[in-house]
């Protein structure tokens, strides 16, 4: 089979490590450099046209992590602010789309903006994302209502979709194979750090000045990380044009509106038919199977335009190219199991074992620590086995964590779960990076924001879909042991957080469901752990395709 530019077959496909070109002793170790123009197109974007700017990384890299803060921040620092949010503007049976409305502009923005940086470049979406996260944020400031917040928030969601994918995809164009972890782990550090941070920020902020100012204090940062993006970041004069999946220049290419379009409005619906399916109605009710309909007649209309662009928002390369389909679907699993600790870990921990909200966190922080560390030293795993042996090495890991988590005693101490936490931090630090920079690596300059908008959007999924799956688990759980009485998790947990509402016999069986329910959640993370080994085992090439690197010289 005749070889394309990027390594892979002409027809898109990974050679799964056939032929010493495309099988080098390990992951790393880049193939010889072809004359073909997607390659030298790689390797001019490292090199400054003549006559312009050298780049400076340090001024781009602060703004990188300001825009990562941003976004990091943003999820967690409200959170702690809904209290006051309702109270000052009403709308309790809406303030779930606070979240939510945030979450689904999010996830159905990635793609479009990854497909849009390989396009016009990286520097003009990256600066658009900014703008809006910033205008979004400043009109969340001002809202005068709930449903009107909640409308500002998508417009910060619209941004955020483009300071997620957009940062990822600079830090691999700005740093060669050899130091793509060093960023990235600057940037999960970033991200911990903000999350960590988070709460504790929105509690200052509503109980000495007022919650508005959790939205006005992105306004300096946002603005600073605006003015060095604008002032340092220089491309070399790839506005407007791009290059096919094959290589070659292409012109001036032409933006696939209707398919943005299309990809927005099918994730948009099919996003709230699982996140509203089961809380605000019933999952086999007329609303979620109405969306759940629409969505399907969406998604067929999206293929159906894609296939047929000429510059597809989500080209059909991003699936047939065995590497990045198997990461795909591995990091889509990532989403999946993340629920887990996420959204049912402080649950458990403040229902089962008795802690506050604060202690709840901690013992979820560990986790948020432990990960940015584990994959700040994961390059010196690949290096040695490859790319998917160290993220079947670290997901293996994962699964046995998840796993070991039923088997905690009852009620059990704090430090149990939080020494499970910190073990799955290290696990998932050494699975993810190795990911996301191998399939940088795999693709040259005019692919790599496409790519890695694909990988981010399949995680942004898994989320979504385990929210729901998980939600619906644990209610199941509960009633099959409190009877159709039992009601939902979080209705569980705000009785036990009332001692006088339950008698000690009824507070002692809720807390034993509670306990239940997590931990059949844990079990589903262990599946989709499971999963995620299983896709990179039967269809991720042994050794990655990797593209020459000019700076691996």
């Known amino acids: 089979m005749a070889e394309g530019a990027d390594g892979t077959g002409k027809d898109g496909i990974g050679t799964d490590g056939e032929g010493p070109a495309a099988d080098p002793p390990r992951d790393p170790a880049p193939h010889p450099a072809p004359a073909a123009p997607a390659i030298r197109a790689a390797q001019a974007a490292r090199t400054p046209p003549p006559g312009g700017k050298a780049l400076r990384r340090g001024p781009v890299v602060a703004a990188m992590m300001m825009s990562v803060a941003l976004a990091a921040l943003d999820g967690t620092v409200i959170a702690t ?3 006051q949010i309702v109270a000052d503007l009403g709308g309790f049976s809406l303030f779930s789309w606070l979240f939510s409305g945030y979450l689904l502009a999010v ?9 849009l940086s390989d396009t016009y470049g990286r520097k003009p979406v990256l600066i658009t994302g900014i703008v809006l996260f910033l205008v979004g944020s400043l009109l969340c400031a001002s809202a005068w209502d709930m449903a009107s917040l909640i409308a500002f928030r998508v417009v910060q969601g619209l941004g955020g979709g483009a300071l997620q994918g957009t940062v990822q995809t600079i830090a691999g164009d700005l740093y060669p194979l050899k130091d793509r972890p060093r960023i990235q782990a600057r940037l999960s550090g970033v991200w911990a750090a903000s999350a960590v941070a988070g709460p504790a920020v929105g509690g200052l902020l509503t109980t000495y000045a007022d919650w508005r100012w959790i939205f006005l204090v992105n306004l ?36 696939d509106w209707p398919g943005a ?92 074992l008795g802690l506050g909200p604060v202690a709840a966190g901690f013992v979820l922080s560990v986790m948020i620590l432990s990960w940015p560390v584990s994959a700040s030293l994961s390059h010196h795993v690949y290096r040695r086995v490859g790319f998917r042996q160290s993220a079947v090495i670290g997901m293996t890991l994962a699964m046995l964590t998840l796993l070991a988590f039923p088997f905690l005693p009852y009620p059990g101490e704090p430090w149990q779960p939080a020494l499970l936490m910190l073990l799955l931090g290290a696990a998932l630090g050494l699975f993810q990076l190795p990911l996301i920079v191998g399939v940088q690596s795999t693709v040259g300059w005019s692919e790599r924001g496409t790519a890695t908008g694909s990988v981010l959007f399949c995680r942004q999924i898994g989320q979504s879909v385990g929210a729901a799956l998980f939600g619906a688990v644990a209610n199941t759980v509960l009633i099959s042991r409190l009877g159709t009485s039992g009601g939902d998790l979080d209705s569980a947990a705000r009785a036990l957080d009332d001692p006088g509402a339950l008698a000690p016999a009824a507070s002692e069986s809720l807390r034993r469901a509670v306990d239940a329910a997590v931990e059949y959640v844990y079990l589903g993370a262990a599946a989709a752990a499971a999963l995620a080994v299983a896709a990179l085992l039967l269809l991720a090439p042994r050794r990655f395709p990797v593209l020459k690197d000019p700076d691996d010289d």
Do not use: D, K
Request: net charge positive; charged share 10%.
């Open 81 to 83: 602010a809904v209290p």
């Open 261 to 352: 379009l299309l990809v927005f409005a099918s994730g948009t619906v099919l996003l709230t038919a699982l996140v509203q399916g089961g809380v605000a109605w019933p999952w086999l009710s007329a609303p979620s199977l109405g969306l759940l309909g629409a969505g399907a007649v969406l998604v067929a209309a999206t293929v159906a335009v894609e296939r047929r662009a000429a510059s597809p928002i989500v080209p059909g390369w991003v699936w047939r190219r065995r590497t990045i389909a198997a990461v795909n679907l591995a990091l889509g699993a990532l989403g999946l199991l993340m629920v887990a600790p996420s959204v049912f870990l402080p649950t458990y921990a403040q229902a089962v």
């Open 220 to 255: 300096p940062v946002g603005a600073l990380a605006l003015w060095l993006t604008a002032r340092y970041l220089v491309e070399p004069g790839r506005t407007g044009t791009g290059t096919g999946a094959g290589g070659g220049a292409s012109g001036r290419a032409r933006v």
């Open 107 to 115: 996830t159905v923005t990635i793609p479009v903006y990854g497909r």
